[in-house]
């Protein structure tokens, strides 16, 4: 079974930053990580950040500029940057890919 590797969650105070990476697996070249889902407990995955084909990156609107998304395509890593992080931002945040692959997710909570 095909896993993307994340990482980079963890615990961080209102207001705090922190940086997710997704990267597909060296043996795999050909996958193309795409973007971020994320779900909290009792809710609904929802779309996070993602890269359309023709080059876009598209927000979920809780986002609001706190969030930006990149890719290193040397690397075949994508990252998300997190600032301006709130409690409502506690979740498993999951990368996925365009061939349908997903990550095992990254656990993210913001408390102070």
């Known amino acids: 079974q095909v896993r993307l590797v994340e990482s980079g969650g963890g615990l961080v105070q209102p207001g705090g930053s922190l940086r997710l990476s997704c990267a597909a697996p060296?043996?795999?070249?050909?996958?193309?990580?795409l973007g971020w889902y994320r779900q909290a407990p009792g809710k609904q995955r929802e779309l996070v950040a993602q890269?359309?084909?023709?080059?876009?990156?598209i927000y979920g609107m809780f986002v609001k500029g706190r969030f930006t998304l990149s890719r290193d395509s040397a690397k075949n890593t994508m990252y998300l940057q997190m600032n301006s992080l709130k409690p409502e931002d506690t979740a498993v945040y999951y990368c996925n890919s365009r061939e349908g692959y997903w990550g095992q997710g990254t656990q993210v909570t913001v408390s102070s």
């Open positions: 060296e043996s795999i070249s050909s996958i193309l990580v």
């Open positions: 890269m359309t084909a023709d080059g876009r990156t």
